[in-house]
């Protein structure tokens, strides 16, 4: 597999699905809406479905290589070496419990998959040194009680990132994508927005 760290370097939208909730039609139209609107090689879907059996997480993932690869986009599986492995995906995000990129590092066949890392304790430097990129949220809303970092918090962010990729997560929508964007992130992280706004997410992000 060639390196997918290196064409991850373009990537400034992660959208993450929603299947359980959204439906999977609805998750693939997002897809193609995503990957046909924006500059190749500057979208990822993350296939973010941790209750999902195996079998169909991988004929998902197939499908959404499928859709995107076209359009030079890329795939990632939440938590799944194994599923990202078969489907030939471009790399793994991993949760913030999960094991550290550098336990996977340390296996040949995962050579060259862009790593990203859910990154919530942002006071201090990640303790995953193997990670190519980090998601840090909530930023511009609360989620499940927890108050959002806002500007200050991604500043203190990314002086903890180890100059390492950061994508800004959480309550980010085609109104305020540019402004998370201007505060020096690589790029921004959505779910909502991309099912109800794909096209005008992309828009926002490719406005100058």
Not at 115 to 123: Q, S
Not at 157 to 180: E, F, K, M, T, W
């Amino acid at each position: 597999m060639n390196s997918e760290v290196s064409k991850a370097s373009a990537v400034r939208l992660l959208f993450f699905t929603d299947i359980a909730n959204r439906g999977w039609e609805a998750t693939l139209d997002a897809a193609r809406v995503l990957a046909s609107s924006a500059r190749p090689g500057s979208v990822a879907i993350v296939l973010r479905e941790p209750d999902r059996e195996a079998r169909l997480l991988y004929r998902e993932a197939c499908a959404l290589l499928q859709a995107v690869l076209p359009w030079g986009q890329l795939v990632l599986v939440r938590e799944r070496l194994d599923v990202a492995l078969a489907a030939r995906a471009h790399g793994v995000h991993l949760a913030e419990q999960s094991v550290f990129a550098a336990d996977l590092v340390a296996l040949p066949v995962t050579r060259g998959l862009w790593l990203t890392r859910a990154w919530h304790a942002v006071n201090a430097p990640c303790s995953d040194t193997e990670a190519n990129a980090l998601v840090i949220s909530p930023i511009m809303s609360a989620r499940k009680g927890v108050s959002a970092l806002g500007p200050d918090g991604v500043k203190v962010a990314l002086s903890h990132s180890g100059s390492r990729p950061v994508y800004a997560l959480g309550g980010i929508d085609a109104n305020n994508a540019r402004q998370v964007l201007s505060l020096g992130v690589a790029g921004v992280a959505v779910q909502g927005a991309a099912y109800a706004e794909p096209a005008e997410l992309v828009r926002a992000l490719s406005t100058p």
